[in-house]
């Protein structure tokens, strides 16, 4: 299994930069892909940014240009890199690990962390 820790959040103003990271511990970290989400008071749990186990990354629309997530698999470390905050950034981010195989009847596996708050504001 994987136990993953996510830290780096805080209080920043509107246009301030911050970054997340996610510490994996338990198992293969590079074999995971891995995914931020984040979750605003009263919204649904949001995608935000995904990168594979190759590298190859995807961001929703409304951070795209702004943020930009990235793995150290010698590290065992996922990251997020948020630049150009605004207040609707506001939201706990949690990583997330998912392993699957890609097929049709096989157990796929997924661990979530607890959670890093993020709030900008002035």
């Known amino acids: 299994q994987v136990q993953l820790v996510e830290s780096g959040g805080g209080l920043v103003q509107p246009g301030g930069s911050l970054r997340l990271s996610c510490a994996a511990s338990g198992s293969i970290f590079r074999v995971y892909n891995m995914h931020w989400y984040r979750q605003a008071p009263g919204k649904q749990r949001e995608l935000v940014a995904t990168?594979?186990?190759?590298?190859?990354?995807n961001y929703t629309d409304s951070v795209k240009g702004r943020f930009t997530i990235s793995r150290d698999n010698a590290k065992n470390t996922l990251y997020l890199q948020m630049n150009s905050l605004k207040p609707e950034d506001t939201a706990v981010y949690y990583c997330?690990?998912?392993?699957?195989?890609?097929?049709?009847?096989?157990?796929?596996?997924?661990?979530w962390g607890q959670g890093t708050p993020v709030t900008v504001s002035s």
């Open positions: 997330n690990a998912h392993f699957t195989l890609g097929m049709i009847g096989v157990p796929e596996y997924d661990y």
């Open positions: 990168i594979t186990t190759g590298g190859s990354t």
